[in-house]
C-alpha cells in the first residue's frame, strides 16, 4: 500500500451516511448510504439521473453536499479535498491528456505531481500500453486511449480509484481486455468504485454492486446475491415434438411460446425426474436449459418502479 495516511481503522475505504444534495429545489441525492471495503471492487449502478455522478463527484471532493456525513480514506472530502487528492485516481469518460507527448511522457508527467509515483514503465506495463510506450497519445485507438487514462488514474500510486463508465464505447474485445486491466489494479489492494450502466461488467468485476434510484441507494449486495437472486427460483425451459406433453408427475409445466416451462426450487430434482422421463420414453428435451434471473433482471425490477426511473 502507497501510503496510510488518513486511513479508517474500520476498514472500509469509503462510507457515506444520509447524504443529500438539491440543486436549486430538486433534490438530486435524498439520504445515500453507502460502504466500500478497503481492496474491494463496488459497482455503482442506476438509472439516468439517479445521483451516481452527484455521489461520486461529493466522494471525489468536486462536489459540496447539503448534509450527510461522508468517509472517504477516514478524510472528509468536503474539507481535506488536498490531503485526500493524492490517495485518489479518477478516471472519467473523457479525459484532457496532451496528444503530442508520447505514452511515457504523459505517464511521466502525472507521476510528477504525486509524492509516491508507481514506477512508470510498470504502470505502462500493467495498463498493457506496453508496445505503444514511445507512441503518440494521437496515434492511440479509443480503448488505447482508455487505458492511458487508467496509467494517469494510476500514476500516482492512489489507494482509491473512481472509474466513471470506464468500458462505454469499447468493442467486446476492448471491453474484455479493459475488464482484465480493472482487475490486476484491485490485485495491487486498490480500492475500486466504478460507475457502469452494463450489468455484464458490474457481475464481472465487482465484489459488490449497489444500485442508486431516485437519489438513494436502493439496493446493495454482491452481484449474485442482490434482489435475493440467489434464493429465486430457476426456470427451466425445454421444447418436446409436436403433440408431446411430459406427464405431470415428470414435470408439472406451463406452455408458453411453444416451450415448457417451469419453475423451482431445487432444480436438481425436478430435472432428475424430468430427464429420466425423456429418457425412457426416447424424447429430445430440445434446448433445455436452467436459468436464474441474471442481475439485469433483477436490476430491471429494482428500478422499474416510476420514482426510479429517468429523473432527468
Ligand atoms: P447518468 O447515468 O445519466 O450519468 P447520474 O445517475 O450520474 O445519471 P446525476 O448526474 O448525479 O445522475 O444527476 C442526478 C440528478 O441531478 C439529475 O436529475 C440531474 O439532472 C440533476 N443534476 C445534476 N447536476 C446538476 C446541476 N449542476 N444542476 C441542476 N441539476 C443537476
Not at 284 to 304: I, N, Q
Request: charged share 25%; with cysteine; proline share 5%.
Amino acid at each position: 500500500m502507497s501510503s496510510g495516511a488518513g486511513v479508517a481503522d474500520d476498514g472500509l475505504a469509503v462510507s457515506v451516511r444520509g447524504l443529500t444534495k438539491s440543486y436549486g429545489g430538486f433534490d438530486a441525492l435524498v439520504g445515500v448510504d453507502l460502504d466500500v471495503e478497503r481492496g474491494q471492487i463496488l459497482a455503482l449502478l442506476g438509472p439516468n439521473g439517479a445521483g451516481k455522478t452527484t455521489t461520486v463527484e461529493i466522494l471525489e471532493g468536486y462536489r459540496r453536499r447539503d448534509g450527510g456525513t461522508v468517509r472517504v480514506l477516514g478524510l472528509d472530502p468536503g474539507r481535506d479535498r488536498t490531503r485526500l487528492k493524492p490517495l485518489v485516481g479518477i478516471v472519467l469518460q473523457s479525459t484532457g491528456v496532451e496528444q503530442y507527448l508520447t505514452v511515457t511522457e504523459t505517464v511521466t508527467l502525472y507521476s510528477q505531481c504525486y509524492p509516491h509515483p508507481r514506477p512508470v514503465g510498470e504502470v505502462i506495463e500493467r495498463v498493457g500500453l506496453a508496445a505503444k510506450a514511445d507512441a503518440r497519445v494521437k496515434t492511440l485507438s479509443g480503448g488505447q486511449q482508455r487505458r492511458l487514462d487508467m496509467a494517469v488514474a494510476l500514476a500516482g500510486d492512489p489507494e482509491l480509484l473512481f472509474l466513471d463508465e470506464p468500458t462505454t464505447g469499447f468493442d467486446p474485445a476492448a471491453r474484455h481486455e479493459a475488464w482484465e486491466v480493472v482487475k490486476s489494479l484491485a490485485e495491487l489492494g486498490k480500492t475500486i468504485l466504478l460507475t457502469t450502466h452494463y450489468m455484464d461488467e458490474a457481475q464481472h468485476l465487482a465484489d459488490r454492486v449497489a444500485v442508486i434510484a431516485g437519489g438513494r441507494v436502493i439496493a446493495e449486495g454482491t452481484p449474485d446475491s442482490l434482489g435475493e437472486r440467489d434464493r429465486a427460483q430457476a426456470l427451466i425451459r425445454f421444447r418436446l415434438p409436436d403433440g408431446m406433453t411430459p406427464p405431470v408427475e415428470a414435470a408439472p409445466s406451463a406452455r408458453v411460446d411453444g416451450w415448457f416451462e417451469l419453475r423451482a426450487d431445487q432444480p436438481e430434482a425436478v430435472l432428475h425426474r424430468l430427464t429420466g422421463w425423456a429418457l425412457d420414453a426416447g424424447v429430445t428435451l430440445e434446448g433445455l436449459e436452467v436459468s436464474r434471473p441474471s442481475l439485469e433482471d433483477v436490476y430491471l425490477s429494482l428500478t422499474a418502479a416510476p420514482e426510479a426511473r429517468d429523473r432527468r
